[in-house]
């Protein structure tokens, strides 16, 4: 019988072969209305960019929190993930710059004392146990939001009339993200369920209080975010991101809340983007 680690390695194996880093040369990069398209989705592909090149330093805060992760953990985010996001970002970071945009500003080496010290605690394997799911629900999360706006984003740009880019930019990477989140999924799924109660409950209150979107560090990335969900429309139409973006987290961590639809920590912040975006407008 097949066990949960034999599937996440399988997985990893199978993303490696099947989704190589997209080719730069396999992109066409024609705009027909750069200005156009650049005021409409131009901060989108901003901070879309900029999160997707700052995975180096990602994986700097992942080897920190994690000073012994599983080795199909490193094969994943050293051989797969790492590759194919940097090549999302430099792919879309170079389609803002053909719209007469700025490259992205990234943060590529900065890790947060908070983490620092996650990382001490962390050689003692417990509490790397509550770091880790720590880690796979940040990563379903992100991923999810990926996916999310990733699909948003081309029937944006499909309305645009921009078919260059929707087919050779868009289409390629939002087909990676999703085994992206599969990973973390099943990764999350199978860890969950060897945890103690207390490390239940620590991951719990550390995940409370440590959420944030996705490429969110300070208030001025967070109205960012509000602005790409409000292009995006990710808030309209009866779309609750929050719910969709937190299932599985709502899932293991809080089924025994059966009021409650979705975290409440979920919910609130990304309200609190859309508020800052909206408040900076203004």
């Keep these: 019988m097949q066990t949960d680690t034999d599937r996440l390695v399988a997985h990893v194996a199978r993303l490696g072969e099947e989704h190589p880093p997209i080719p730069m040369d396999s992109v066409d990069f024609t705009v027909n209305d750069p200005a156009g398209f650049g005021a409409r989705f131009g901060h989108v592909l901003d901070y879309m960019a900029r999160v997707e090149l700052e995975v180096d330093r990602n994986v700097l805060e992942i080897s920190t929190m994690l000073p012994n992760p599983p080795e199909v953990d490193k094969r994943f985010y050293a051989e797969v993930w790492q590759p194919q996001e940097i090549q999302h970002g430099l792919i879309l970071d170079r389609l803002q710059q053909v719209l007469g945009r700025p490259p992205a500003d990234t943060d590529l080496d900065h890790v947060g004392l908070k983490l620092k010290v996650l990382g001490l605690l962390a050689h003692l394997e417990p509490f790397q146990d509550v770091c880790r799911m720590l880690y796979y629900l940040t990563g379903m999360a992100t991923e999810r939001s990926a996916v999310i706006a990733y699909n948003l984003l081309h029937n944006g740009v499909i309305e645009t009339g921009e078919q260059a880019v929707a087919e050779t930019v868009i289409a390629p990477i939002k087909r990676q993200e999703p085994g992206h989140y599969a990973f973390y999924q099943l990764s999350a799924r199978a860890h969950w369920a ?89």
């Design 194 to 282: 060897t945890l103690a109660a207390w490390q239940k409950w620590l991951v719990r209150h550390m995940r409370r209080i440590s959420f944030a979107p996705v490429g969110v560090n300070n208030v001025k990335q967070l109205a960012d975010f509000g602005d790409v969900m409000e292009t995006l429309g990710v808030d309209h139409e009866g779309r609750d991101l929050a719910a969709d973006v937190a299932r599985v987290e709502q899932e293991l961590l809080w089924a025994r809340d059966r009021g409650l639809p979705v975290p409440d920590y979920v919910t609130r912040a990304f309200r609190e983007a859309v508020e800052a975006a909206r408040a900076r407008a203004a």
